[in-house]
């Protein structure tokens, strides 16, 4: 009996390592790593529904259709159906668009519009594109960089519902909006508050390669500042309204901030990556910056999951 229960209680541990370790509200949510080279569906309970195999990822979407919208490596974004049969429906490889197909060019922000075509921001060529179902490219708007960079020219990078598109350039630590023709008409330098970069990716690293942004309603911006360990909200006049940073949230430690969005309760969701086991890879904030949810899932994923998105918002 003794080692009866001695075993029940040890599936009983493991079984709950399994499980995402959530605090708030439990939800379901799409996360990837690509050091674990997962994205995955996990339910509120903390199980995976569904899974796919990745390289280096830095996005994700959930289409109105149900399909998802990812990428699988550096230069090739697909659109996937989530059941058993994971069949491709759409897909863009950068490599095979362009003059020549060797030149060095990365992917890391795509979005499905709405008249259906896909944005694609590439690095290294420095362009926006938009390509039809059918693979033609429609569009192709130019970038601005001031430090070249294939692997960091953008991060983030979303059309606006205007017809401009915000960029987060990474390696200029630099946000601009363009507009149809690749024209600046508003950028902000994400500021270093007076302290010296330091190299590298977890919480002793520090510099403003800014990577998510969220144009708000009110017309201010949100963007999470990557190796800055901070979210901010910036007017159209380049006030800081809003700052979350490290030190702020007890007991909880920021690295890179990744993707971020403010929910229409007024809170903010960011993704807390290389940060370590400690530390939850997800955070909810209120305005006043009190953490209100956090997901930690370090079986599943590992210390480089840069997407995270809730799937059911409460």
């Known amino acids: 009996m003794i080692r009866f229960l001695t075993l029940f209680f040890l599936c009983d541990f493991f079984f709950a ?3 995402a370790e959530q ?5 379901r949510v799409l996360c990837a790593d690509d050091s674990k080279k997962i994205l995955a569906m996990v339910d509120a309970k903390g199980s995976i529904e569904w899974q796919y195999l990745v390289g280096p990822i830095h996005g994700a979407q959930v289409l109105p259709n149900g399909n998802l919208l990812f990428q699988v490596n550096w230069t090739r974004v697909i659109e996937v159906r989530p059941d058993e049969r994971k069949q491709i429906v759409w897909e863009y490889d950068a490599r095979k668009h362009g003059k020549n197909p060797k030149r060095p060019v990365e992917i890391h922000a795509f979005q499905r519009l709405e008249n ?7 690095s290294g060529t420095c362009r926006i594109l938009e390509i ?7 569009k192709e708007i ?4 001031s430090t070249p960079s294939v692997h960091s020219d953008t991060r983030q990078v979303i059309k606006l519902p205007n017809g401009h598109y915000l960029a987060a350039h990474e390696r200029d630590g630099c946000v601009r909006e363009y507009d149809e023709k690749g024209v600046v008409v508003w950028d902000y330098a994400v500021p270093l508050f007076d302290r010296k970069p330091v190299g590298g990716h977890g919480v002793d690293a520090y510099g403003n390669a800014v990577f998510g942004v969220q144009r708000l309603p009110n017309g201010n911006t949100l963007m999470g500042c990557g190796n800055g360990h901070r979210v901010l909200e910036v007017t159209p006049g380049k006030e800081i309204v809003w700052k979350l940073e490290a030190g702020d949230l007890p007991g909880i430690e920021l690295a890179w901030i990744c993707g971020v969005k403010r929910l229409a309760n007024g809170n903010t969701i960011f993704v807390n990556c290389h940060a370590g086991q400690k530390n939850p890879q997800m955070i909810e904030v209120d305005s006043q910056k009190k ?10 994923f590992g210390n480089s999951m840069p997407v995270g998105l809730v799937l059911e918002e409460n």
Not at 132 to 138: A, F, K, L
Not at 291 to 300: A, E, G, L, S, Y
């Open 132 to 138: 039809s179902p059918t693979g033609e490219i429609n």
């Open 23 to 27: 605090t708030g509200p439990a939800r």
């Open 17 to 19: 390592l399994l499980h």
């Open 116 to 122: 259906g075509d896909t944005m694609i921001a590439e």
């Open 291 to 300: 953490v209100v949810w956090t997901m930690k899932d370090f079986v599943h």
């Open 142 to 145: 130019p970038m601005k960089v």
